[in-house]
Every structure is written in C-alpha cells, then in structure tokens.
C-alpha cells in the first residue's frame, strides 16, 4: 500500500492543496491563485492574503481530494507548510492542518516551504523517468528568496523519495530576490504585477532591439556565490529618470492595465524598440547573474546535478541558458514544470514523505515560523 499525504500550502498568495503518493506520483495538485485579489496594490497584501486563505482553504483542500478520488479518511497524513511565509498567511494554513490531523487522528507532518521547492524538481525529474544525482547543487530564485544550497543525502546509500536530505547554504541574495527585481521593474515600466510572465515574454519579443544601455556582472565582495538585484533595479530607474522619452508609453501602459488590459498580445504594441531592448539587457543581466554563480558552485564542488526551482524558474530564457550552460560543463539541469515552479502543495505533500518516513511529526503546539531557514 502506498502512502498518500495531502499537502498544504498557504505561505504567501497561492492557497494550495494536493495529494502525492510515495512522496512521488502527483495523485492530485490543487492552487488558488491571489494574484487578481493583490494586483491593484502592486504587490501581496498580508492581510488580504490571510482572509482569501481562510476562504479558500476548504474548497481547495476538498477539491484536492475528489481529483484524487479520495475521501478524508483515506489520507495517510497531512503535511503542512509551517515557514517561512506571511505569519498571517502560514497560520490558515497550519490551524486547518492541525484541525484535520487531530479529527481524523493522522500524522500532521510539518513542512519547510524552501524544502518543498527542492522536491518540485524531484517530482518534475520523476514524472520524465529521470534521477538527480546526488550530491547537488540548488538554486531557489523566487519572488521572496534567491538562494543557493548544496543538496546531499543525509545517508549517501539511500537515494530514494523517503531519503532524508541535508542541507548546505552557500549563496543568497544582499538585498532583493531575482523574482522582486520582476517585480519591480515591471511597476517602473508601467507593466502591471506581477512582472516575471510578462517581462519574460517581452524580452523574447525584443528581437534583436539594441539595448539602451548595458548592465554589466554585478561583483561581490566576500562570498564570490552571493546574488544583489537591488542595484540592478536601480540602474534601471536611473535610466528611466535620465531618459524622458520613456514616459508617455509608460502612462499609456498603465492606463491599458488600469482598464484590465495586461495580456502580452495588448501590451506588445504599447512597448517601442526601445523598451523592448531595456527589458532584454535587464532580463540578460538577471539571467547570467543567477546562471553564471550557480554552474560556478556546481563546478567548485564538483556535482553533475543542478536543480533550479521557484516561480522565476520558469523564466524561458533562465530555462535555456542553463541548459546551454549545464551541456557545456557536463552537468544534468533539472527544472520543475512551470505549474510545479511556483508555489504549490504537491511539492510539499513530496517533502513531507521522508519527514513522515522518519516519523518527524508535529502535535497542536505546531505554530507559523515566519522566517525558517532551511541551513
Ligand atoms: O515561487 P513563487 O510563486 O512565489 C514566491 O515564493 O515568491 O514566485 C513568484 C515570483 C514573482 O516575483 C514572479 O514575478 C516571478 O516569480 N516569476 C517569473 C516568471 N514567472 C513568475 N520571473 C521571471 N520569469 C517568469 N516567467
Ligand atoms: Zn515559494
């Protein structure tokens, strides 16, 4: 008989739930988006967040279930993403957890957001009939984290879904996460929220657009595998302010995305050449930063595996040049799918399993830990 978790996610703005079978076979995967609840303030609302959470909880949590087709009492255990997050947001989830674990009287098994990105890829490798070879070397580049771990397994003879892992920080963002430079980049150029999908699809449609100006290698003082965006940000509002010609097409964007219209086809035409080129050099420099520290630490310890996870792994061009990259050095990359790259409940019913395996569990005195860390 296998194991079936249900998995739940609440940390930011996606309400998720999903149930995975040995901590592999995706047996249903459940997300309700905020994003339309948050786009008017450019950003997550804490609050807001928390109040779409508790409305959503119950329909996502059962709607996971019928696609599995299953009832409550079949679930083996219950995992639940306890941090790092929004307090607020992380408490809906971790309170309806507990509730289901005390009724049914199932294992409540409490979950690492960053962890369950580590086992997207896992889930990605295995649906494809592929293994990641471990030891390897992780990259999770999202809207809140940008960070690099060496990923081994805590006993190097057991390599399968229930083996428990260990974690090595070696790399992370001074200042903002890759995915917040989206962002806010895309608030400078009028381009609505968020800003990773657009900017993404725009910058392929540059077409050889010259750039404006050039981003050069952001250099680091101390550790050599650290990221910054923040200045990168900012070179990008000092161009703006030194070039007036920008601002028209902005206010003509905004107004577009003012009266809903924010699709690429709609807010194409609204970009020049010009743009376009800007957008490319920002997403160019994002892109090799991200690429080019993450193939240096594979190489420096020397593992063939990388794993790039986090909603900006589903950045296109970040998608090929690591595969570029990775064919070049000898080193296999491994992505989750697009859907299994932002934040989702599947990955963390995954990474639960090797908890539950080692019997890690949780009682009621589970509480939010707004800013666990993984190492
Ligand atoms: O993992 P995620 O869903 O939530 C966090 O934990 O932050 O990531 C969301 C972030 C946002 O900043 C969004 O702009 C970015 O991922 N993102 C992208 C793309 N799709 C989403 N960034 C670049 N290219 C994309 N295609
Ligand atoms: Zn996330």
Partial sequence: MSVRILGIESSCDETAAAVVADGREILSSVVASQIDVHRKYGGVVPELASREHLRQIVPVVREALAQAGMELADVDAIGVTHGPGLVGALLVGITYGKTLAEALGKPLVPVNHLEGHV????????????????????????????????????????QDAGARLRYRKIGQTRDDAAGEAYDKVAKLLGLGYPGGPILDRLAAAANGASAPVKFGPTKMKGNSLDFSFSGLKTAVLYHLREHPEYNEEIRTREAAIERGERKFEELLPLCSAQTLGLLREFQNAVVRDLVERTMRA???????????????????????????RGKAAGVDVFFPSRALSTDNAAMIAAAAYPRFCAGILADASLNADPSLVLA
């Fill in 119 to 158: 086992h997207a890829v896992f889930l990605e490798a295995h649906k494809a009939g592929r293994v990641a070879k471990l030891p390897a070397v992780c990259l999770i580049v999202s809207g809140g984290h940008t960070v690099l771990y060496e990923v081994k397994p805590e006993d190097s003879s057991v």
């Fill in 298 to 324: 594979a190489e420096e310890l020397g593992v063939e595996s990388v794993l790039v996870s986090g909603g900006v792994a589903a950045n296109s061009q970040l998608r090929a040049r690591f595969e570029e």
